[in-house]
């Protein structure tokens, strides 16, 4: 019984491995198409001269680079989860920065919009 429990524990340990993997490259995929719309967006900006979008592209800047540390936190968070341990709370300490890097990703689309939004606008 006591190894039963064990291999439930290992089986618990990577299964929470792999998800946390999953959730990685999902963040990674969403941070990647936010990164090639900011950067098309500031080439416009910048050939337009357009100071408005160009701060709310800044933000964008910003947001992206927060994200991509809370990603990279989480990465390492689900990377470290082994049995023994504490892969439980491995794996939630993973979620908290996956969830502060989804915050950010929601900022800078955002401003994304916004900026998209100037500069269609023209304002």
Do not use: C, W
């Not at 290992?10 to 936010?34: C, F, M, P, R, W």
């Amino acid at each position: 019984f006591i190894d039963m429990l064990f291999k439930y524990r290992e089986v618990l340990s990577d299964v929470s491995k792999h998800t946390g993997n999953s959730l990685i490259y999902l963040a990674e995929q969403k941070l990647e198409k936010s990164t090639e719309f900011e950067e098309k967006l500031r080439v416009i900006a910048e050939g337009y001269e357009h100071e408005a979008a160009l701060e709310s592209l800044d933000n964008v800047k910003e947001s992206l680079n927060s994200a991509k540390e809370h990603i990279d936190e989480a990465d390492e968070k689900y990377d470290s989860i082994t049995v023994p341990g504490k892969p439980i709370i491995t794996f939630h300490e993973g979620n908290k920065h996956l969830k502060d890097a989804r915050k950010s990703l929601i900022d800078a689309h955002k401003n994304l919009r916004e900026a998209y939004r100037l500069l269609l606008n023209g304002e």
